[in-house]
């Protein structure tokens, strides 16, 4: 059974930091590419971060580069995805999905993603 469970969302002020995890079971997911997206309310589901499978290469939304880091853990039978977040600010609200995929490096569209998590809330305060 293939899981993708995220967590580490919570509540904090403006400034403040948090790691969000994603726990990838049921499926070799160190050959996979994943990343996370994340959805305001009101909007679409936006591209965040992504990161290779073998974590060489990542790439980063504009509107959080030099704010975030995307990494991994291949060492376990279940893969963990992290998203660390830093100097947070109130329109980094949202649900953060994490999602993997086999067929496209790097991928920026939710399109190419073939398993998703069911999401954690991120909400920043000012």
């Known amino acids: 059974q293939v899981q993708l469970v995220e967590s580490g969302g919570g509540l904090v002020q403006a400034g403040a930091s948090l790691r969000l995890s994603c726990a990838a079971s049921?499926?070799?997911?160190?050959?996979?590419?994943m990343g996370w997206f994340r959805q305001a309310p009101g909007k679409e589901r936006e591209f965040v971060a992504a990161?290779?499978?073998?974590?060489?290469?990542?790439?980063?939304a504009d509107s959080v580069k030099g704010r975030f880091t995307i990494s991994r853990d291949n060492t376990k039978n279940t893969v963990y995805l992290y998203l660390q977040m830093n100097s947070l600010e109130p329109e980094d609200t949202a649900v953060y999905y994490c999602?993997?995929?086999?067929?496209?490096?790097?991928?920026?569209?939710?399109?190419?993603?073939?398993?998703w998590g069911q999401g954690t809330q991120v909400t920043v305060s000012s």
């Open positions: 990161i290779r499978w073998s974590g060489s290469s990542t790439s980063y």
């Open positions: 999602a993997a995929t086999t067929r496209y490096p790097l991928a920026t569209r939710q399109t190419h993603y073939d398993y």
């Open positions: 049921g499926r070799t997911f160190s050959s996979y590419d």
